[in-house]
């Protein structure tokens, strides 16, 4: 079973309206550790935010926030103001504790494309 | 700070040549990765170091693949023979360590064309 699920391979957005990019992940590990990264046409993974298991606050840093809603085990990113320079792939991953062996696990990724 | 450091960028070789590709992390990071991303996919992890131990290389094909980590700092992963379907970019990562908290920070990655 696919431990990240990114179920959408392509997004399209106006620049400066908000996008959300669907996260789901499959986990019995109660510690655990969520991350978004980007991946622009250059190759290099940027990495964007992060949310722990336990953490009682949706993480936000700066225009990029995560909706975790541990009960239906989604973490999406959602982009706000959205600028030309977002236009990229963007993976979810994922890090079990102990019970995974800390191995970390990546999704399939999102092609996001900004158009003015 | 520098950040991870991959060489070479890019190479092409001709399949049952040998490859290696060079890793050096950030400085005080203990936990390296070696990933392999196939085209229009997420990164597959191939081996993880803790310090000079790897403690997970369950997904190395180790019948070409082999890695080492000296001293626990840089690192070479290596693939003789190399075959057709090994074309991938090869990333190296680091973190401090290998907690579930813990951010991956990623090098350039290595194109590798295998003909």
């Known amino acids: 079973a696919q431990k990240i699920t990114q179920t959408q391979p392509g997004m399209f957005v106006q620049e400066k309206e908000a996008v959300t990019l669907d996260c789901t992940y499959d986990?019995?590990?109660?510690?655990?550790?969520l991350f978004w990264y980007k991946q622009p046409s250059s190759g290099e993974m940027i990495f964007l935010i992060y949310?722990?298991?336990?953490?009682?606050q949706n993480a936000t840093e700066g225009r990029y926030s995560l909706n975790f809603q541990k009960a239906r085990k989604s973490a999406n990113l959602v982009i706000s103001a959205s600028q030309l320079g977002d236009s990229a792939m963007y993976f979810c991953?994922?890090?079990?504790?102990?019970?995974?062996?800390?191995?970390?696990?990546f999704g399939r990724g999102t092609s996001l494309i900004v158009h003015p | 700070e520098a950040g991870v450091v991959q060489s070479p960028r890019y190479k092409i070789i001709e399949k049952k040549q040998p490859v290696a590709f060079w890793c050096n992390p950030i400085?005080?990071?203990?936990?390296l990765y070696w990933y392999r991303q196939n085209l229009g996919q997420g990164p597959e992890l191939l081996i993880r170091?803790?310090?000079?131990?790897?403690?997970?290389d369950s997904q190395l094909p180790k019948d070409r693949f082999s890695a080492e980590r000296l001293k626990g700092v840089d690192s070479t992963l290596k693939i003789q023979p190399a075959e057709l379907g090994d074309s991938a970019v090869y990333l190296c990562?680091?973190?401090?360590?290998?907690?579930?908290?813990?951010?991956?920070?990623f090098g350039p990655g290595t194109r590798l064309l295998v003909l």
């Open positions: 400085s005080g990071h203990n936990t």
């Open positions: 991953a994922m890090r079990e504790g102990p019970g995974g062996s800390y191995i970390p696990t």
């Open positions: 170091y803790e310090n000079e131990e790897a403690v997970d």
């Open positions: 949310q722990g298991s336990y953490d009682q």
């Open positions: 990562a680091s973190s401090l360590d290998g907690g579930t908290r813990e951010t991956q920070y």
């Open positions: 986990t019995s590990d109660p510690s655990y550790g």
